[in-house]
């Protein structure tokens, strides 16, 4: 995925959103190439290259660990591993002047680059 600031005339769209039971979004497992899929749940991020016709580029926000617990804030606590990330919230994404990818929701701050 190129971005808005490269010489290449692709800008990318991006959609986070949040994926929940029972079904989830299903997302290449890292690694793999996209050779291997699996369910994930919770805040996920989705890139298109072609205008929001097909969203090819799809990524759980997490450590991709085995379970961290983060605070959440107010409180709660969830669990982020390589299928659950951040359960619910509002989020807004911006990409900086450095290339990366902002993200703030309801609980927490995440950035990332288009590599990731």
């Not at 807004?92 to 990731?116: C, E, I, M, P």
């Amino acid at each position: 995925v190129t971005t808005a600031s490269s010489s290449s005339s692709v800008s990318p769209l991006l959609f986070c959103g949040f994926a929940n039971p029972p079904n989830g979004i299903v997302v290449p497992v890292p690694g793999t190439n996209g050779q291997m899929t699996h369910a994930v749940f919770g805040l996920f991020c989705a890139a298109s290259i072609d205008e929001g016709e097909s969203w090819p580029y799809r990524r759980l926000v997490s450590d991709d660990g085995y379970g961290t617990v983060v605070n959440a804030g107010d409180f709660d606590q969830f669990v982020m591993n390589q299928t659950h990330a951040e359960p619910a919230g509002y989020s807004t994404a911006r990409q900086g002047a450095d290339g990366r990818v902002h993200l703030v929701t309801s609980k927490n701050h995440y950035a990332f680059d288009w590599q990731w």
